[in-house]
Each structure stands twice: as C-alpha cells, then as structure tokens.
Nanobody
C-alpha cells in the first residue's frame, strides 16, 4: 500500500511559479513510478508528467515541456513538480499517482492516487 499526499498548490499570476510536492508513505516507494495528472472543471483528467523509480526516466505532455520539471527524492519519499512560466490554462486540480510497473500516460495504469491540490493561475 502507498498513500500519497500532495501539497504546494495555490493562486499565482500568469508567468509565475509553483512547486508541488507528493509525499508518500511506504517503505518501497522507491520502486514506484510516479506521475502527475491534472483535471480542470468539465474536462477529463490529463497526464502532465511522470518519473521512473530511479529518476532517470521522465516523460512530459507537450504543453508543459520546457516549463515543468518532475523530480524525486527517494530518501524523502517525495516527488516534486516544479512549474514555471505558468499559464491560465494550467489551472486545475493536480494529482499525483503511483504504480509499481512502468511509466504510463494512462490514468488507469496507476493504482494509488492522492487527494489533489488546487492550482489557479490568474491572467
């Protein structure tokens, strides 16, 4: 079992930055792939970024490449999402998710989910 808790969301002006954290419980967290997804009102949950268990493998959706960076610190059981040059279209609830298998962009591939943290970018 893995429990995930997101933090770091908030309100920021366009062009600003936020750093999200996903803190996990469980001794085997270092063996899990972790991803960030987001869901805006009235829209489907969409993939944002993912990172492999060692941190060497990462994947990003095109709309955030060059602006967002995913990283992890297995010693702290935490995955981060640094978000720079934020745009109003980045406004959503951001969720972290984990699975013990491979990097995937599909929500159904992830077994464990956090409760989400709201990110609001004003224009």
């Amino acid at each position: 079992q893995v429990q995930l808790v997101e933090s770091g969301g908030g309100l920021v002006q366009a062009g600003g930055s936020l750093s999200l954290s996903c803190a996990a419980s469980g001794r085997t967290f270092s063996r899990y792939v972790v991803a960030w997804f987001r869901q805006a009102p009235g829209k489907e949950r969409e993939f944002v970024a993912a990172i492999g268990w060692s941190g060497a493998s990462t994947s990003y959706t095109d709309s955030v490449k060059g602006r967002f960076t995913i990283s992890r610190d297995n010693a702290k059981n935490t995955v981060y999402l640094q978000m720079n040059s934020l745009k109003p279209e980045d406004t959503a609830v951001y969720y972290c998710a984990a699975n013990p298998s491979t990097v995937s962009r599909r929500p159904v591939a992830y077994d464990y989910w956090g409760q989400g943290t709201q990110v609001t970018v004003s224009s």
